[in-house]
Structures are given as C-alpha cells and as structure tokens.
C-alpha cells in the first residue's frame, strides 16, 4: 500500500496530522450512513454535505430528528436500510443506545469490508459493539453544533483519531480525510486510542467541565447568599464571569489569563485557588479517574442512567430546582434579551 497522509502505519499515538497534508479522496466514490442525527450526527452530515460526500441518514420510526433531516433535504432511511447503502456507517447514537442498535439493527446487515465509524471511544473502549472489520474514530473536540457554526463559517475544530488493531492500514487515511471533510482536523488531527480518547473525555467531563465546576459554582453560590450576598449579585459573580476568564484561558492559555486580569484577581487566585483544590481534592480526582478506567463508570452509568430516582433526567430535575438554576432563570432573559441559540 502506498501511504498517503502518515508517514509511518498504524501512527503512532501523538503523531499529529495537518488538514493541508490530508484530501478527501478516500471518501471519492463512497456513501457515508450516519446513524442518528442528535446534536453531533447532524453536524457530522451537514459537514460532510457540504463537503461534496453522498451521505444518507438512518433513523428510527417516528424520530423527531429523522424528520429533520427530511426537512434539511437529506435522504433518510431506516437504521438497517441506511446502513446497507452506507460504506462508511457512522454510530451518532447515545452512548447507552448503541450497543442494542448495532447488535439488532446493523450488524446483520454489514458486509465485512463495511467501515464502522465512531465520534467517540466509548463503544469501542467498553466493548459496547463487536466489530472485526475496519473500524475507525473521528472525534471533534467541540460540540456539535459548534463544529456546525465553525465548518459553516470556513473553520472548524482540531479532532482525535483512532483506529482498530484489525482494521487495514490505510483506514488511517480514511479517518483523516473523514475528519478534514467533517471540519475537525483545522488545528490539527491527533493520534490516540479508543480507550485514551473516552477516558480522559469521561474524566473531563466529570471532574471539570460538567462536574467539578458546576459544583463549584453552586457551592461559591451557596456560600455567598448564606453571607447575605445578594443572588444576583452572586449569579453575576460565580456564573456570568466565568465565560470571560475561560475565554481568555481559552485564547492565551494560563500565562496570558493572569496577564490580562486585575492585579487583584491575579494575587488572590494564586493564593487562594489551591485552598479550594487541595490535596484532598486531588486525592478525589484520582478515584473518580480509577472509576473510569476500570469500567466501574460505564456500567453505573448503563444500568443507571434511566432509574427515575437516580437516573440522568431525575438528578437534572432536581439540580434545576437549586436557587442557583432559579436565580439563572431570572438573570438570563436580562441579558439575552432576544433569546439566540445555534441549533
Ligand atoms: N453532543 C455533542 O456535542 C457530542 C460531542 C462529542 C461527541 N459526541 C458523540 O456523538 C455521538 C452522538 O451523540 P449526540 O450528543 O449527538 O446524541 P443525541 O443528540 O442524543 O442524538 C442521538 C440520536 O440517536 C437517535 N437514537 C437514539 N436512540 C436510538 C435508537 N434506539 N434507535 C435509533 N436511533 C436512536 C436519536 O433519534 P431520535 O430523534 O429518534 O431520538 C438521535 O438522532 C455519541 O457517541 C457522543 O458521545 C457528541
């Protein structure tokens, strides 16, 4: 085989793809099924749409979002049908529908060169599907609709990609050219594994962005409206600034955040942030970590997320009763005023 956008096959994990050393050719010819089209799976189509790839979308019966991929002038077949036409069979499913999906509905009907693809390594990294063809993963880091307005807009997201021990050599230039025409190599395509991907983005997930600071939030909010703080004064405080320090976090990295904040704020972050994350903090960060790596997460997460006590939509329910969901209830319509979302 001649290799096309790696230098050495499989790459090894770190090896970093540019989007000027990747074409979409391998994709020439082929007809992309994305099976499911929620947040990320519509992003994934349109993307590749209007990259010039022939795609057809697999939705079950009576699907909302199957009608609107009817209603944005996509082909929309079942799950199974979409699947047979497709040669690339995109899993955009949820996390726990996955397994039951591709064990019903699409492997019966795969041939053995059909390429299965992934957005992330949960199904691969805890055995969520068998599949001894080629398998790849092209994960955007951003969120679907942001990797939408981003593509749309002439840009786009860096992504991460693998490939399974099994699968031929070059599938490697086919991720890349699916993420280049997916809009998530523009920063860069980086190397890794299933497992890596899905650990350190279930860790993440957990212990930063949809965890950890959520409940710092909450606590900073607590505690001040316990000292007779105002709510909204308080919303404004632990809520609303944080967009603007990790926008700045996000554009200059931690050196030039402290560069551009008040002296104030520098000092007393530097001194006070490590009290709030201490060793004990770290110690928990650990565990949770070891709770992932071992599975201990994903089967919880499997066998929970639907209880209607303990499950995902019970425990948002009552997070959405906090005085801090009400007080952002109140503030939010202030400050956006003409409501605005992206899907
Ligand atoms: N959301 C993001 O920004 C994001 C970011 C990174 C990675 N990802 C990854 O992208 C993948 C898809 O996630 P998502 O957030 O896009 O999911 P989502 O918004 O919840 O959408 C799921 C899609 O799957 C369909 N679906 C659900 N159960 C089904 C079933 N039993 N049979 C057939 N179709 C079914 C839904 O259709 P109905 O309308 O019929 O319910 C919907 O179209 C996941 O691997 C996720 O980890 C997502």
């Known amino acids: 085989m001649k290799p096309k956008f790696f230098v050495q096959y499989p790459p090894p994990a ?12 391998p994709l020439d010819q082929l007809t992309v099924a994305i099976i499911g089209y929620g947040t990320m799976g519509r992003a994934h189509a349109l993307n590749l749409h209007r990259s010039g790839v022939r795609v057809v979308v697999g939705s079950r019966e009576h699907s909302a979002t199957g009608d609107r991929a009817r209603s944005e002038g996509l082909p929309v077949l079942s799950v199974a049908d979409a699947a047979l036409a497709g040669d690339v069979v995109m899993l955009m499913l949820p996390d726990e529908a996955v397994a039951a999906v591709f064990a019903d509905d699409i492997k019966p009907v795969l041939k053995p060169e059909s390429i299965v693809g992934l957005a992330h390594g949960f199904a691969i990294a805890f055995d969520q599907i068998q599949w001894s063809g080629p398998c790849f993963m092209a994960a955007p880091k951003g969120q679907g ?3 939408l307005d981003a593509f749309a807009a002439g840009g786009g997201v860096p992504g991460l990609l ?3 021990d099994s699968s031929p050599p070059e599938i490697w230039d086919l991720a890349a050219s699916y993420a280049k025409a997916v809009g998530c190599l523009v920063g860069g395509g980086f190397v890794t594994t299933f497992r890596q991907e899905c650990i350190s983005d279930q860790f993440g997930e957990q212990v930063v962005l949809c965890g950890g600071v959520i409940e710092l939030v909450q606590a900073a909010f607590e505690i001040m409206v316990e000292g007779g ?3 909204e004064n308080a919303y404004f405080e632990c809520v609303h600034e944080l967009k603007l320090i990790t926008d700045l976090l996000h554009r200059y990295g931690v050196e030039g955040m402290r560069q551009r904040i008040s002296g104030t704020a520098a000092y007393g972050g530097l001194t006070r942030g490590r009290r709030v994350i201490n060793e004990d903090v770290r110690q928990k960060m ?3 970590l070891g709770e992932i790596e071992s599975g201990q997460f994903a089967k919880e997460f499997l066998s929970m997320h639907n209880d209607p006590s303990q499950g995902t939509k019970a425990l948002a329910e ?3 009763a906090s005085p801090l969901a009400s007080a952002g209830r109140r503030v939010l319509p202030r400050l956006h005023p003409h409501g605005g979302s992206s899907s």
């Open 14 to 25: 770190g090896t970093v793809v540019e989007a000027d050393q990747v074409d979409c050719k």
């Open 145 to 147: 609709d942001m990797l």
């Open 162 to 164: 693998a490939v399974t």
């Open 229 to 231: 703080y105002g709510e």
């Open 286 to 288: 650990r565990e949770i």
């Open 318 to 320: 009552k997070e959405a």
